[in-house]
């Protein structure tokens, strides 16, 4: 069984960072598959940064220059590095991990809650 854990939220003041971490076990994914969401309260989940099957990144414009994904195939996990954090980064973030031939996850985790305080 496939699971996807999340880690490493908090609460954060504005300009501060966080680094969020993203295990799976049950099968191994090419760290390429694994990306992170975030989903604001009243607003859809959205894109905040995943990779292309060949190692490209697309990042939300909202985020550029100021978040960073990062993995580490040996231990399954990527990482996101997020600086210069503002109020409107304030949600609960979600590892999500595509198929191959998908642009959308397949498995997701709980999550983890990032708020920045102003």
């Known amino acids: 069984q496939v699971q996807v854990v999340e880690s490493g939220g908090g609460l954060v003041e504005v300009g501060g960072s966080l680094r969020l971490s993203c295990v799976t076990s049950?099968?191994?994914?090419?760290?390429?598959?694994m990306g992170w969401y975030r989903q604001a309260p009243g607003k859809e989940r959205e894109l905040v940064v995943r990779?292309?099957?060949?190692?490209?990144?697309i990042y939300a414009e909202s985020v550029k220059g100021r978040f960073t994904i990062s993995g580490d195939s040996a231990k399954n996990t990527v990482f996101l590095q997020m600086n210069s954090l503002k109020p409107d980064d304030t949600a609960v973030y979600y590892c999500?991990?595509?198929?191959?031939?998908?642009?959308?996850?397949?498995?997701w985790g709980r999550g983890t809650q990032v708020t920045v305080s102003s």
């Open positions: 999500g991990v595509r198929g191959p031939w998908s642009d959308y996850p397949a498995y």
């Open positions: 049950g099968r191994t994914f090419n760290i390429n598959l």
């Open positions: 990779s292309t099957n060949g190692g490209s990144r």
